[in-house]
């Protein structure tokens, strides 16, 4: 069986993905601040981003129209239940020297992507987010913790280049903004992809085999 999350491939994957779908993304995020005051219409948008690397983790090239669609309407109720979940058990696992918070945090990382991309209820939602995510929490922590660290230093290195030179700093710190946003949402789309999809896959190939 395939080693899941292996290192090196999912970060060219997560870049190729970021890539490939920088100009979309931007379009979304555009049409979603252009859209966001319109009562109703603004909460499917909004889980719509929020549940973007469901989209990307098929390899496709979205549209950003997208974020219209009906669906993400139709489940805000379920959402707003999983986040409330999830941010008061977070909040409360802090107190506890912060390190369970990273961990549960890291467990229930899928389950809105599974909300959106399974239409499971919230709370089967969190329990198959923590059984897809056993024995993977380190490499995706490591994954994202990564990515970050060397997004950081590259604007760092950035803004000490360009110090003197405020207008094009501006410029391209607003371009780093967008690298960044599109790089870290296609690292949750290749887990999202590494853990979920690809048990689908094997699933769907079981009743082949048993042929």
């Known amino acids: 069986m ?5 290192f090196v491939p999912s970060l060219k994957d997560a870049f190729a993905i ?30 719509a981003l929020a549940t973007l690397p469901v989209k990307l983790s098929k390899g ?7 974020i219209f669609e009906s669906k993400y309407r139709h489940c805000m109720g379920e959402y707003f239940i999983l986040q409330a979940v999830i941010t008061s058990a977070i909040s409360v696992a802090f107190l506890f020297m912060i390190i369970p918070a990273i961990v549960l945090s890291l467990s229930w990382m899928l389950a809105v992507y599974l909300l959106v991309g399974k239409g499971m209820n919230w709370a089967l939602c969190l329990s198959e987010s923590n059984r897809l995510m056993m024995g993977y929490k380190l490499k995706a922590f490591f994954l994202k913790f990564v990515v970050g660290f060397v997004l950081f230093l590259a604007y760092y290195i950035l803004f000490q280049i360009l110090s ?9 710190s607003l371009v780093y903004l967008l690298v960044s946003v599109c ?26 085999e048993a042929l």
Not at 2 to 6: F, G, H, N, T, V
């Open 164 to 172: 003197d030179a405020s207008g094009l700093l501006v410029l391209i």
């Open 183 to 208: 790089v870290m949402l296609s690292v949750d789309a290749v887990i999202y992809r590494e853990l979920v999809l690809s048990e689908d896959k094997v699933e769907e190939a079981k009743p082949e």
């Open 18 to 47: 970021g890539m490939k779908n920088l100009v979309p993304i931007v379009l979304s995020v555009l049409l979603w601040l252009v859209t966001v005051w319109i009562p109703y219409v603004n909460v499917g948008t909004t889980i």
């Open 2 to 6: 395939e080693e899941k999350l292996q």
């Open 60 to 66: 496709e090239m979205i549209s950003p129209m997208f």
